[in-house]
């Protein structure tokens, strides 16, 4: 798919579609409540991945954040949209994709001024190899083990995703923030 011609599902308050737009169009000072989701991507000896965004990304870029994100295609599965962004912006090809925040909600603004205002679906699934990253999305990924990873989220939470440190806090269900193992474990299973 072009990633010039995609576009956003765009919702009401109580998550109903009402439209689309184009991504291009969506994503400013006043971003309208639209579809997204989040993949958390996890590798065989249960490493978590994250990657840090591209500098020419329009909101938080160089932020490390979770392995992906994108939004589906107007009538498109989210599943099928996690699938194919994998591929698109890591090269990969998933397993055991499985939803964990299926009502994950969030409203953020960039330094720039950019806003994120999304109902973003969060999944978690297995890596069946190593990323291959898209330059226009990630310039670097790194796996780390859960503990690392809580550890770096409590120490400088200002530079990761404010939705990467939020849907951790979910995840792990911990106070502090933190993700344990047995949490992404039992997240993946």
């Not at 994503?27 to 065989?44: G, I, K, M, N, W």
């Not at 990657?51 to 392995?67: E, M, Q, V």
């Not at 962004?85 to 998933?94: F, I, P, Y």
């Not at 939705?163 to 502090?176: I, N, P, T």
């Amino acid at each position: 798919m072009d990633r010039t011609a995609e576009r956003v599902v765009l919702l009401d308050e109580r998550g109903a579609p009402t439209g689309a737009a184009p991504k291009a169009d969506v994503h400013h000072a006043a971003t309208p409540l639209h579809l997204a989701f989040s993949c958390h991507v996890l590798d065989d000896r249960g490493r978590v991945l994250l990657t840090r965004r591209a500098l020419s990304k329009r909101a938080w870029p160089g932020t490390w954040t979770n392995a992906f994100c994108g939004h589906p295609q107007p009538f498109e599965p989210v599943p099928d949209a996690v699938r194919r962004r994998a591929v698109q912006e890591l090269g990969l090809s998933l397993r055991d994709l499985r939803l964990v925040l299926p009502d994950f909600r969030y409203r953020e603004v960039d330094a720039s001024g950019v806003v994120e205002n999304e109902i973003c679906p969060v999944y978690v699934a297995v890596a069946e190899r190593e990323p291959v990253l898209d330059p226009d999305e990630a310039m670097d990924a790194r796996w780390l083990e859960p503990a690392e990873l809580a550890a770096a989220l409590t120490a400088a939470p200002w530079a990761f995703s404010p939705w990467l440190v939020l849907q951790a806090r979910e995840l792990s269900r911990a106070e502090d923030g933190g993700i344990s193992a047995a949490a992404w474990r039992a997240a993946a299973t």
